[in-house]
Each structure stands twice: as structure tokens, then as C-alpha cells.
């Protein structure tokens, strides 16, 4: 594989989290950098406190970071800038320090790009607006997904959890809808999401949607990546239901981070591969 040379003028930048050793991000994101030949590096920056870790890049003229688990919610008091939808949605999963074209000073910048990528994801299967969805979970993937639907016109969006009082919260939250985990029978929509980490290795046999139900939806979508194809996802294709496996919502707000930072259309294909490269090689 062609690599990029770290060199005098290579611009940092970071996942930043607890833990991080796992991400996918990096890979991605040094994809792009190759092959779009920018010169950039993207690295793990473990963080226990968020403030100071926040304090460091700018320090260290990082460009920006992704931030992850457990940073999303605090790392917004650490900004000197909200963009309007990641402080609507209440959380921030990309940071990007931004000069001042007059002054030349740095200000860190936090945006939400999670629900651009399950919009983008689904949006290459479905019209989104005037679509009805129902969601499964009610943390904040299930925020950013259902945000998501919402902002881009989606006219109903059901929010379904275990802990139903989490779902009815949330729903009240966004103005959307919400229903019980054992009447999902009764909703009639599109597009199903799941947002939980139910299916996931190793209780890969684990699905909350009883494959009786899934010929209903036009697309389904699982947030879950390993496995690439959940029971939910193998369910849905023999159902005839288009299906959004879990590293979509992944790349593309990788995408749109990269975008962010560089300015530059990132290179779909290129950042997917990356990304199936690397599960392939865990495996
Ligand atoms: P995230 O921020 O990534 O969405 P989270 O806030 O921990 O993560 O949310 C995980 C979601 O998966 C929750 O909706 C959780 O349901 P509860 O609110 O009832 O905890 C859901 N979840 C996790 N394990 C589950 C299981 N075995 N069955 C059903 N739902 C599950």
C-alpha cells in the first residue's frame, strides 16, 4: 500500500476517546489522506479528561479530531464554537480547529456529523423525506439517527427500547413518536433502524425483530458492523427488504468529517474498502 510520508508540513489529527485501540477510524481516515494526497495523519489520542486533551491539540496545532465514547456529551463545554445542530442534538463527535482568516487565531469548532451519516447511508435506498421510520434504542445513536430522519423530513419516526421510559424521553425530546418493544407488530413504516447493540458478536443469533414483521419495511439498517451482516440484516434480505449494513453510517460521517477538516470531496470507495480491509484482517 502506497504510504504518505510524515514530513515538516503533515497536519495532525485524532480520535479521541476511552478507550480507542479498536477504532476504525484511523484506517479510514489515513486512507483518504493517501489517496487524496493531502498531507495529513490521523492518530489515537486516548483521553481520560476531555478539557485538557482539548487544551493539547490546539496546543499541538492539531487540525482536528474525531471524538468518541466517553467525550461526546462533555467535549461541548471545551468548544469555542457550537455549530447549531450538534448543540440541537446535544452532543459533538468531530472537532476542528479552525483559523481565523483575518486574525489568524484558532478557535475549536464541534460539530455532529453521526446523523449525516446514517442520512447518507440511508438516503442511497430511500427518499427520506416523507418516510416513516421506527427506531430501535434510545441512546445516542438513536438521537443522531432519529434527528437525522426528522431534520431531513421524515414524516413519522417511532423510537422503540427495552426501557421504554428512555424511548418515551427521547421522543418527547425530538417531537417524534414512541412504542412499546412488544407492539412493534403495530407500526407500519418504511425504513427500521437498529441502534442497539443487540446482534452483535458474540450473540450474533440475537435479533429484536421477529423476522415475521420485516417484509413491512422497505429498508432496514443495522448500526451494528460485527458482524457486516446481523441476523437482522440476513432476515431483512430474505424478506425482500434493502438492507444498510453498520459500517455505512460509519464511513460516511467519516466522510463528512473529512470533508470538514480538509475542504475536500472524500473518496467514498477508497475509505469503505479501508475499513472492510481491516475487519477482514481482525477477523
Ligand atoms: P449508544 O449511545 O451507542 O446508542 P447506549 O446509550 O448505551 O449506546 O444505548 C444502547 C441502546 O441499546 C439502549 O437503547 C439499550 O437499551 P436500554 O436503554 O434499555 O438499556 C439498547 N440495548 C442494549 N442491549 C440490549 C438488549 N440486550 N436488548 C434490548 N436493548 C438493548
Redesign the pocket.
Known amino acids: 500500500m502506497k504510504t504518505m510520508p510524515i514530513n515538516g508540513a503533515t497536519r495532525l489529527y485524532a480520535i479521541v476517546g476511552m478507550p480507542v485501540t479498536h477504532s476504525l477510524s484511523p484506517v479510514m481516515q489515513n486512507a483518504a489522506f493517501r489517496s487524496t494526497g493531502i498531507n495529513g495523519a490521523y492518530v489515537p489520542v486516548p483521553s481520560e479528561d476531555i478539557e485538557k486533551t482539548v487544551q493539547g491539540l490546539r496546543a499541538l496545532g492539531f487540525g482536528g479530531a474525531s471524538v468518541t465514547?466517553p467525550h461526546k456529551e462533555t467535549v461541548m463545554a471545551c468548544v469555542d464554537r457550537l455549530d447549531p445542530v450538534a448543540r440541537e442534538i446535544g452532543a459533538v463527535n468531530t472537532l476542528a480547529f479552525e483559523q481565523h482568516p483575518d486574525t489568524g487565531e484558532v478557535v475549536c469548532v464541534g460539530y455532529n456529523t453521526d446523523w449525516m451519516g446514517s442520512n447518507l447511508a440511508l438516503a442511497k435506498e430511500i427518499e427520506l423525506k416523507g418516510s416513516s421510520a421506527l427506531v430501535?434504542?434510545?441512546?445516542?445513536?438513536?438521537?443522531a439517527v432519529a434527528f437525522g430522519l426528522l431534520e431531513a423530513g421524515a414524516s413519522k419516526v417511532f423510537l422503540a427500547?427495552?426501557?421504554l421510559q428512555?424511548a418515551v424521553a427521547l421522543a418527547e425530546e425530538l417531537g417524534s413518536d414512541f412504542v412499546s418493544?412488544a407492539d412493534i407488530d403495530q407500526v407500519d413504516a418504511d425504513i427500521l433502524i437498529n441502534?442497539?447493540?443487540?446482534g452483535m458478536t458474540p450473540h450474533i443469533d440475537?435479533s429484536?425483530v421477529p423476522k415475521e414483521y420485516l417484509s413491512r419495511y422497505a429498508v432496514v439498517m443495522d448500526i451494528v458492523y460485527a458482524p457486516l451482516e446481523t441476523r437482522l440484516l440476513k432476515e431483512a434480505k430474505a424478506s425482500g427488504c434493502r438492507t444498510v449494513d453498520g459500517l455505512a453510517m460509519l464511513y460516511y460521517q467519516g466522510l463528512a468529517q473529512f470533508k470538514i477538516w480538509t475542504g475536500v470531496e472524500p473518496p467514498v470507495s477508497v475509505m469503505r474498502d479501508a475499513l472492510l480491509q481491516e475487519l477482514e484482517r481482525r477477523q
Do not use: M, Q, W
Not at 136 to 143: D, N
Open positions: 465514547i430501535l434504542g434510545a441512546g445516542g445513536a438513536a438521537k427500547n427495552r426501557t428512555k418493544l441502534t442497539t447493540s443487540v440475537n429484536l
